[in-house]
């Protein structure tokens, strides 16, 4: 059973602070990650996706890829009120051909 | 524009019924999924599948039953076998390969009465 563990929070930031959101996953040959922020009562929608290891930055988002650990992240940084929502991890299974969601870590920006 | 869409939005179910829950996308993409979740939880997956005719059984798929007749459809049966089915039940679609991603339905939230 492939597993996506992240921190279940809440995770409380004050308004403009960085957010920082960790996702560690067991399958060793996962390739495509995954960021979905969701709203209470709403969908979830795609935030970023991020494949090879590194860094990849999209407005005040920035993805963090470590496949030797593992680990994923999400970097908000000057975190508003708007962002306060569940962050769901996602990665690929390529065995299965579906995506493994983690529980989601709620995320509380304060004004 | 292109999507997906899930109806009806709020639904509610007797003790011994059988509901449908349908979910239609113009996307073109070959794979489509169910998932359920549950308040506070994360997302579990019940069905899915990556082409006409065929779907797969996910992680907890004791109650439920769903068709794929038609690339754009795949509605999804919560049968009296499943027991406790108030949950937001949330439909997806995406390239065969994951590539992109998943689009998501807006979801349909069952209780039982």
């Known amino acids: 059973q492939k597993e996506v563990e992240q921190n279940s929070g809440p995770l409380s930031v004050p308004e403009g602070a960085i957010a920082s959101l960790n996702c560690t996953y067991s399958?060793?040959?996962?390739?495509?990650f995954f960021w979905y922020r969701q709203y209470s009562g709403k969908s979830p929608e795609l935030i970023m996706s991020?494949?090879?290891?590194g860094d990849k930055e999209d407005g005040r988002f920035t993805a963090q890829l470590n496949k030797a650990s593992q680990y994923v992240s999400l970097l908000i940084r000057d975190s508003q009120p708007s962002d306060s929502a569940t962050y769901l991890c996602?990665?690929?299974?390529?065995?299965?051909?579906?995506?493994?969601f983690g529980p989601g870590t709620r995320l509380s920006v304060l004004p | 524009d292109g999507g997906i869409t899930q109806s009806p939005k709020y639904l509610f179910r007797k003790e011994g019924q059988n509901v449908t829950l349908s979910c239609e996308q113009n996307l073109n993409h070959d794979a489509m999924y169910w998932y359920r979740q549950d308040p506070g939880q994360g997302l579990r997956l019940i069905y899915y599948s990556q082409i006409v005719n065929d779907f797969q059984k996910g992680d907890i798929a004791e109650g439920y039953s769903v068709s794929r007749e038609k690339k754009e459809s795949f509605p999804l049966t919560v049968t009296s076998a499943q027991k406790n089915p108030t949950a937001f039940y949330l439909c997806a679609s995406s390239h065969r390969t994951g590539a992109y991603g998943y689009t998501f339905g807006s979801g349909t939230r069952l209780t039982v009465v």
């Open positions: 991020i494949y090879s290891n």
């Open positions: 399958d060793r040959g996962s390739q495509s």
């Open positions: 996602a990665v690929w299974d390529n065995y299965g051909q579906n995506f493994v």
